[in-house]
């Protein structure tokens, strides 16, 4: 599954966040992006399970500005 395609499926409802979060997860593995990163970070503090922490969304923006400085998606899910 792409990115848009798991976005699309979250928006509608057809996942929840922790059951895209596995996906992300997924292809974060395999190829770490900062869009993945992002979306890692606003799944996570979406997220009902008690297995994730705000500041690990927080740490999914950090990796996101690490990998594109010039992205400012990151650093603005971070209020800065």
């Known amino acids: 599954i792409d990115l848009r395609e798991l976005r699309r499926r979250f ?3 057809e996942i929840s966040a922790d059951q895209a979060l596995l996906v992300v997860n997924e292809a974060l593995a395999r190829l770490p992006s900062a869009e993945w990163w992002i979306l890692r970070g606003q799944l996570i503090q979406l997220s009902e399970s008690p297995g994730y922490h705000l500041s690990q969304a927080a ?17 603005e899910e971070l209020g800065r």
Do not use: D, K, T, W
């Open 11 to 13: 928006r509608v409802g």
């Open 59 to 75: 740490a999914s923006f950090e990796h996101a500005s690490q990998l594109e400085p010039e992205n400012p998606a990151p650093l």
